[in-house]
Nanobody
């Protein structure tokens, strides 16, 4: 059974930084892509950043230049480094993994950017 456990969310002031982590377990099969989505109140869930098994990354336009995504395959962990945070980055952030074209989700971690 695939499990994704996120950590690292919290409250940060505008301009600050946070780092999210997601540890994956129980994965059997080919990982096509792993990444992060977010959902703000009243809005649809959107892709923030993803990284394919080949190392190709993609980012939402709103976070380009501020967020980076990386993986530690030995630790089965994906990281999201978020810099220069803005109030509009406030959302629940979800880890997502595509295994054999099936998507799995973590439980989410709240990120709040406010002064």
């Amino acid at each position: 059974q695939v499990q994704l456990v996120e950590s690292g969310g919290g409250l940060v002031q505008p301009g600050g930084s946070l780092s999210l982590s997601c540890v994956a377990s129980g994965i059997i099969g080919v990982i096509n892509r792993i990444g992060w989505y977010r959902q703000a109140p009243g809005k649809q869930r959107e892709l923030v950043a993803g990284i394919t098994s080949g190392g190709r990354t993609n980012f939402a336009d709103s976070v380009k230049g501020r967020f980076t995504i990386s993986t530690d395959n030995a630790k089965r962990t994906v990281y999201l480094q978020m810099n220069s945070l803005k109030p509009e980055d406030t959302a629940v952030y979800y880890c997502n993994v595509d295994v054999n074209w099936i998507h799995y989700w973590g439980q989410g971690t709240q990120v709040t950017v406010s002064s």
